[in-house]
């Protein structure tokens, strides 16, 4: 209980401090580098990956301070997958560590919310280090209640820092510029090139790998009818996550209420009760030199023909240059590993954080580049054809191969071109290559067992470790 921990003796001033992070999409790593530049001021303070700690580097650390998110089901991320498998296999002993957990996750994911940073937890203190305070469980991007948690604890250590310091900024205004549907007559989803370029141009910034965060909202005629039918002044400001927001926008980023927790209701209470929505993320498509912002979406569509909040609100909604509130957010793990040979791999959507890629490689003229997609049918799901025509005539692409899967029998997926391509991906390896893979789950699972099949176990921990294995992958 946090409250019982505000009396756990706090560790000498001016000792040595070690922050450490695992993170798949860079929010955790975000996190403890602002962490450890709060505590700057207290002590010997080290940022590090977890995934690159020896045990004795843990044990001397005097107070590790971690941030971790989950990934599979409660697993780590990629760059803490070996050292979960390797040092947590069993409690060490760490007498005379402090530590404590951020553990960040969705708690959509329910039974594993948070579930490696709380597996770290367990483990160190089965490892009999000393817990300062309760593991605080983070639930997305904007939980202001948990980071306040974390911002008060680490004040305590001695950080100079506010929550406001320690959490990412607010939405920026982007505009819809472009929305064109790239596979009619797929056999899949409709998967549409949404182009967003920024009110302020200073936006136009970030790196190969980077992600958009898009916050979904109701149409303005839903959002409309919805006041009329309740007689609500949309012009009335509430405080609401953390800003001065108009009722109209507060309603249309939430889920509209049905008429029965409305009616009666004061307008403050409804507006503390309504349930905001949360933002989708989307992996860039292109290279902030083009002046635009290119996502490629996959429209969701559920059972009952209701559209995906995200997919929906982008490739169907959102109207043509209307407002779409988006922040960036550096993806370290998958920006780009070096100038070396590269091998990029992925299918469906995932041809957009490996396009962005392919753009970084093209203005560097690099050359050395392989790309082996997947997709379903050749003349309706090739995305971005033309791109690939010139990576290929400008030397950008080495060497191209696609799959498609319907166009085959029996069916063919980009995971089984990797196994064929096998001798062909070890002697790229053996040169230096590195390998990236953006999409899907099952996909990004194949494609990982068909490397193992190639390079091993050992081969493929060591570059994730050196950072020549990285994965965008939902
Ligand atoms: C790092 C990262 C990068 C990504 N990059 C891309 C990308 O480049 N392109 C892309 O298209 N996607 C990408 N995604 C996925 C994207 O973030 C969204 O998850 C996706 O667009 C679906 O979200 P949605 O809001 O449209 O659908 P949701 O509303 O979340 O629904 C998604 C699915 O969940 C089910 N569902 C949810 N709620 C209900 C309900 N109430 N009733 C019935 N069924 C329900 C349905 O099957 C539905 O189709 C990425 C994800 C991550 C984490
Ligand atoms: C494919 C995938 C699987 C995930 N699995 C879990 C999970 O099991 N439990 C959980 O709490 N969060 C899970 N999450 C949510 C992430 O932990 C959460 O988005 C986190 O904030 C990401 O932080 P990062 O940017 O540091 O990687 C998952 C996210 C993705 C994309």
């Known amino acids: 209980m946090v409250f019982g ?31 450890a530049n709060a505590l700057a001021g207290s002590g010997l303070v080290k940022v590090a990956a977890l995934g690159s700690l020896t045990a004795e580097e843990i044990a001397e650390a005097g107070t590790l301070l971690l941030v971790a998110s989950t990934y599979g089901a409660g697993e780590a991320p990629d760059s803490a997958r070996a050292f979960e498998r390797k040092q947590m296999a069993q409690p060490h002993l760490f007498k005379g560590l402090n530590y404590a957990v951020l553990a960040r996750g969705d708690r959509k994911y329910d039974a594993t919310f948070c579930g490696f940073g709380k597996s770290l937890d367990r483990w160190l203190a089965a490892s009999k280090a000393r817990r300062l305070f309760d593991v605080i469980c983070v639930d997305g991007d904007d939980d202001t209640q948990a980071m306040t948690r974390w911002c008060e604890q680490i004040t305590r250590l001695g950080a100079t820092t506010s929550v406001e310091q320690l959490m990412p900024g607010p939405a920026q205004d982007w505009y819809l510029a472009e929305r064109r549907l790239l596979n009619p007559g797929s056999a899949g989803g409709e998967t549409w090139h949404i182009a967003l370029t920024p009110r302020d141009p200073a936006h136009l910034n970030w790196t190969a790998g980077d992600i958009a965060e898009i916050w979904p909202r109701n149409s303005e005629a839903a959002v409309d009818e919805f006041l009329a039918l309740h007689n609500l002044n949309g012009e009335l400001s509430f405080r609401w996550r953390g800003y001065w927001t108009f009722l109209r926008d507060i309603i249309a980023h939430s889920r509209l209420p049905r008429p029965h927790e409305v009616e009666g209701i004061a307008l403050d209470w409804l507006v503390e009760r309504l349930e905001g929505f949360p933002p989708r993320e989307y992996s860039i498509a292109s290279l902030p030199q083009s002046g635009r912002m290119e996502l490629l979406v996959r429209k969701a569509v559920r059972d009952d023909g209701s559209l995906g909040l995200g997919s929906g609100w982008l490739t169907e909604i959102a109207q043509p240059r209307g407002v779409i509130k988006l922040r960036l957010r550096p993806n370290p793990n ?45 003349k309706t799901d090739l995305y971005y054809c033309d791109d690939i025509k010139a990576w290929q005539a400008d030397g950008t692409l080495a060497k191209t191969d696609l799959v498609f899967s319907r166009d085959a029998s029996p069916k063919r997926y980009v995971q089984n071109l990797v196994t064929e391509q096998g001798e062909e991906i070890r002697r790229w390896i053996d040169r230096g290559a590195s390998i990236l893979v953006c999409g899907g789950l099952q996909m990004a699972a194949g494609v990982q067992d068909a490397l193992l099949g190639i390079v091993g176990q050992e081969k493929l921990d060591q570059m994730t470790q050196d950072g020549l294995y990285r994965r965008d992958i939902y």
């Open 334 to 378: 998958f920006q780009p590993p070096g100038d070396g040979p590269q091998i990029l791999i992925g299918a469906g959507t995932g041809m957009a954080g490996l396009r962005a890629h392919l753009q970084h490689r093209q203005a560097k003229k690099l050359g050395d580049a392989w790309l082996l997609f997947g997709e379903r049918g050749e």
């Open 5 to 35: 921990s505000l009396f756990r003796r706090l560790p000498a001033p001016g000792g040595k401090i070690l922050v450490a992070f695992a993170s798949q999409t860079g929010a955790a790593e975000t996190i403890a580098w602002r962490t």
